[in-house]
């Protein structure tokens, strides 16, 4: 069935730094890719839709500058978390969908600890 | 804006208790329906969806959710749990037409064994 990997699956950074979280879809072409974020004890919250070779589409109240996405192929999406402050500190989630596949595959997480 | 909303937030139950977790959503065009799992440490699983036809929709795991339109509705139900269905439950809502998937609030279950 389709996967999605996402990488890495934990990570700490220093305040100030920025972080680049992976998203791959192994199996399929993900013609649009999406980013969750998810914060203890609450429910997924939509970042932003990605189309592959389009620019992003934001949700209200997401910062486009501080959460850079890159979809430049059919196989791969990028969040960077820049400038990170421990505020940023969460829970996020990539989920894939292919024009053949209906539904949604999701990546396994990734933990981001601002220090 | 559409939004999702699932009334319990923790349920504990025995093992080869019954299972029912609420969903209703807000939005009143045609709608598609997912319930998703999480387990503990892993990544979100789809446990079953609904498009169209039978609103009665069987999924894996021994889980079903019933669709009904004129209450905005999907529950899913189990009827006799395991300790391996300790999780947490999602449902999700999309517009057929659209492309977002906007979740409820999820359901942490635990079953004692």
């Known amino acids: 069935g389709a996967v999605v990997s996402q990488h890495p699956s934990r990570v700490i950074c220093k305040s100030g730094t920025s972080v680049k979280i992976e998203c791959r879809s192994l199996?399929?072409?993900?013609?649009?890719m999406f980013w969750y974020r998810q914060f203890p004890k609450q429910s997924l919250m939509l970042m932003a839709t990605?189309?592959?070779?389009?620019?992003?589409?934001?949700e209200q109240g997401v910062e486009k500058d501080k959460f850079l996405i890159n979809h430049a192929s059919l196989t791969l999406s990028t969040l960077t978390v820049t400038s990170a402050h421990p505020e940023d500190s969460s829970f996020y989630i990539c989920?894939?969908?292919?024009?053949?596949?209906?539904?949604?595959?999701f990546g396994s997480g990734t933990r981001l600890t601002v220090v | 804006a559409q939004s999702v909303s699932q009334h319990n937030h923790h349920v504990i139950l025995s093992e080869a208790a019954s299972l029912e977790l609420g969903c209703n959503y807000s939005y009143g065009g045609t709608v598609n329906l997912f319930w998703y799992v999480q387990y503990p440490g892993q990544h979100l699983q789809l446990l079953l969806k609904y498009f169209s036809g039978d609103p009665l929709v069987k999924g894996i795991k021994g889980f079903e959710a019933e669709f009904i339109k004129s209450k905005f509705s999907f529950n899913l139900r189990k009827p006799s749990v395991q300790w391996s269905d300790t999780a947490e439950y999602f449902c999700?809502?999309?517009?057929?037409?659209?492309?977002?998937?906007?979740f409820g609030g999820g359901t942490r279950v635990l079953v004692k064994p």
């Open positions: 989920s894939a969908r292919s024009q053949y596949i209906y539904g949604y595959t």
């Open positions: 999700a809502v999309h517009k057929a037409a659209g492309n977002k998937l906007t």
């Open positions: 199996d399929f072409q993900a013609t649009t």
């Open positions: 990605s189309n592959e070779g389009s620019k992003a589409t934001y």
